[in-house]
């Protein structure tokens, strides 16, 4: 490469991680990649117990405030080492800034009415509160137009953008995955138009994703919450948010939006099978955290086995993918990463949440030169074959699991 070239992608690179080329350069800077929740520990007992318990499940970031005082919640989160982003009243001056303290929750969900106030409100924080987010969360694209307050989802994000100036992008959206009903395809179109901005911003972006039944949301299974997540790591998110930690609604049973209960733990306090779902899964992107807050997502392709794999997949860090014997044909998620080193990354994800896929891969790189990012130590070890004994590399995957690839810069 020209070596003026060179200097301007490395330029062009640094000033996306960082966020100076979106002009506001003075705001919060995320430094782990964000495990976060909703829906704290609802309870006055055992303070103490009830957040080691969610660190222990591997959350490193708690948003929305506890039934304690928010000053003891932070105590709490100080001694476990444990981000938060709290709801204050008051002048901003008098907003706390304890060392768990992240920054502020300001709103769930804004129109574009109010955008202004919200610009205004993200502008005081980066004045007196240097170094602090103010916190925002977007609708998710299902959103109809009165909710956004314009005519498309695409305006309401760039709007946000250009009018807040916000240091993070942030947006729920619960995808339907009943049987005869899978709407997961307009949960990536989400995550496309944020990795969009994002880049453009200069600024990472989170999504909250349902791990718990509500309204006509069935209650997800452990591999649909593995692909909620996974898919959102390949579209280069910087933090994945479980919508819910504790169910909301003690004392309503049988009544409102969360009637059978079923986040992470109950309105009483038990823990559910998503604890340890939770555990972990959280515990794989943990380790992956740092390798992924240096990554900055190009796109993502939905790849079939059985049509054509070679020609959608030119140019990409991976060249082909082909199923194995009398396998069915596998559905992939190819997310094309790059790596602030130069080196090009690619998060392989099975599309498939009912089903294991093993298919023969083949990456655009000499495989003595492809590194995988090992879930259970964040190490780079030599890329592995799952099936030694047939021809080409063999890599396995859970039903909705993914893994991450480095592998060499162009040459």
Not at 82 to 110: F, I, M, Q
Not at 156 to 172: C, G, I, N, T, Y
Not at 231 to 260: M, S
Not at 320 to 328: A, E, H, S, Y
Request: with cysteine; glycine share 10%; net charge neutral.
């Amino acid at each position: 490469m020209n070596p003026r070239r060179w200097f301007r992608h490395l330029l062009l690179v640094s000033l996306l991680l960082t966020g100076l080329g979106a002009g506001w350069a003075a705001g919060f800077r995320q430094d782990r990649f964000a495990i976060g929740l909703w829906v704290p520990p609802q309870t006055q007992d055992d303070l103490q117990f009830r957040y080691r318990e969610l660190a222990e499940a591997n959350f490193n970031l708690v948003i929305g405030n506890s039934p304690v005082p928010v000053a003891e919640q932070l105590r709490v989160c100080d001694r476990l080492g444990l981000k938060t982003l709290v709801h204050v009243p008051g002048p901003v001056a008098d907003w706390p800034t304890n060392d768990s303290c992240w920054g502020y929750l300001l709103r769930d969900e804004p129109g574009v009415a109010d955008f202004p106030g919200l610009a205004q409100s993200v502008a005081e924080i980066r004045r007196l509160r240097p170094g602090r987010l103010g916190y925002l969360n977007l609708f998710p694209n299902y959103a109809n137009a009165q909710q956004l307050g314009v005519a498309s989802y695409e305006e309401h994000v760039a709007r946000f953008v250009a009018e807040v100036k916000p240091e993070v992008l942030s947006m729920d959206h619960y995808p339907l995955m009943k049987p005869g009903a899978d709407r997961r395809d307009a949960y990536c179109e989400n995550l496309e138009t944020f990795r969009r901005h994002s880049v453009a911003a200069g600024v990472p972006f989170w999504n909250f994703f349902h791990a718990m039944p509500f309204a006509d949301r069935m209650d997800p299974t452990e591999a649909q919450i593995r692909w909620q997540v996974f898919t959102a790591v390949a579209y280069g998110a910087k933090g994945v948010l479980h919508f819910c930690y504790w169910t909301p609604g003690k004392g309503n049973a049988g009544t409102g939006e969360f009637p059978k209960g079923g986040a992470l733990l109950t309105a009483e306090g038990r823990r559910t099978r998503h604890y340890d779902e939770a555990r972990r899964i959280n515990a794989e992107v943990k380790h992956w955290g740092p390798t992924l807050m240096r990554l900055t997502g190009e796109g993502v392709l939905r790849v079939n086995t059985g049509k054509d794999p070679a020609a959608a997949l030119t140019n990409a860090p991976v060249r082909n993918l082909q199923r194995v014997g009398q396998d069915p044909h596998a559905e992939l998620l190819v997310g094309t990463l790059r790596h602030a080193d130069g080196r090009r990354a690619v998060v392989l994800v099975n599309h498939d949440h009912g089903f294991t896929a093993w298919p023969t891969v083949t990456f655009a790189a000499d495989p003595g030169e492809v590194r995988e990012v090992d879930k259970l130590s964040g190490e780079e070890v030599p890329l592995g074959d799952d099936s030694p004994e047939l021809p080409g590399i063999q890599l396995s995957f859970g039903a909705g699991d993914g893994r991450l690839f480095l592998l060499p810069a162009k040459r």
